[in-house]
């Protein structure tokens, strides 16, 4: 048994999850929607194998380093936690149906990083050598993960809030009758940007920290770290607006989604499209 092997039964799980949460919007059996919660689960638990053995085919092959050097490994990481956020989500809050918009992120991570990736074990560059790579890497995408979350929810008020403003009887009864209510919706939302929103600034303290260490300096206005900065002042006046002028609703949702495309764009257009100090990380 190896990870790669582990990891595409994840993504196959994944699939059937999000196929399970579509059928459960389709035919509002809470059934499905208990399948699809439970499947998820199962992903994130063969997934947290995967994640433990291929660390251990690391040091087999000599190299022994934590598996979130490259974006294979990064990628794979991003879609662990944001499952393990939904599941949080998913067992405290109980609405099953974030699922069907939350679930298709992590699944999409996968099947890129399965089906278009080197999923080889390398050697660490020597920058990367040092535990500041585990203390950014977990910080910065368990934020991630939270805005992913938020973006999901925030896509789930903005239907809503376009269906019922075209049919008044939408949230008697029907598919918007599965949604949580709109308050609800707007406050999971908040809810989730407050989880990020720390551990974002978390992960650019240890990765200053971190560069300090590798190169000398603190900061270099590396596109990487430009770009986190900017994600960063997003969900703070995300959370400046909604604090002290009360921006609530549509306004909230939009800047939500606005800001994971940022993250995205960070996390991925950085490295793919833009040079940098973090070239050689692939996405961290």
């Known amino acids: 048994m190896t990870s790669s092997l582990l990891f595409n039964i994840t993504t196959f799980t994944y699939l059937i999850s999000m196929l399970a949460f579509f059928a459960f919007l389709a035919s509002q059996n809470k059934s499905l929607g208990l399948a699809g919660s439970f499947t998820a689960y199962a992903g994130l638990a063969v997934q ?3 994640i433990g053995l291929r660390w251990k085919e690391s040091y087999d092959l000599g190299v022994g380093h934590a598996p979130m050097s490259n974006l294979y490994e990064s990628i794979v990481f991003f879609s662990w936690t944001i499952v393990l956020l939904f599941a949080y989500i998913d067992i405290r809050y109980k609405y099953r149906i974030v699922g069907a918009f939350v679930v298709p992120f ?3 991570g996968m099947a890129w990083a399965q089906l ?19 203390y950014h890497v977990i910080t910065c995408f368990l934020g991630y993960a939270a805005f992913a979350v938020a973006c999901g929810i925030s896509i789930m008020y903005l239907i809503k809030t376009a269906v019922e403003a075209t049919d008044s009887s939408a949230q008697a009864g029907g598919l918007m009758s599965m949604f949580p209510p709109l308050k609800v919706l707007d406050d999971l939302n908040y809810r989730a940007i407050m989880i990020g929103f720390p551990l974002l600034t978390l992960g650019i303290i240890t990765g200053a920290a971190w560069a300090n260490y590798a190169w000398g300096t603190y900061w270099s206005w590396d596109p990487k770290e430009t770009w986190s900065l900017i994600v960063w002042f997003v969900y703070a006046a995300f959370l400046h607006a909604r604090i002290t002028k009360g921006w609530v609703g549509k306004r909230a949702a939009w800047l939500s989604v606005i800001g994971f495309a940022a993250t995205i764009f960070c996390y991925l257009g950085v490295n793919l499209f833009l040079s940098g100090l973090h070239s050689y990380g692939g996405g961290k």
């Open 106 to 108: 992590a699944l999409l």
């Open 48 to 50: 947290t194998v995967a």
């Open 116 to 134: 278009g990736m080197s999923t080889g074990i390398e050697p660490l560059v020597p920058a990367l050598q040092s535990n500041w790579l585990l």
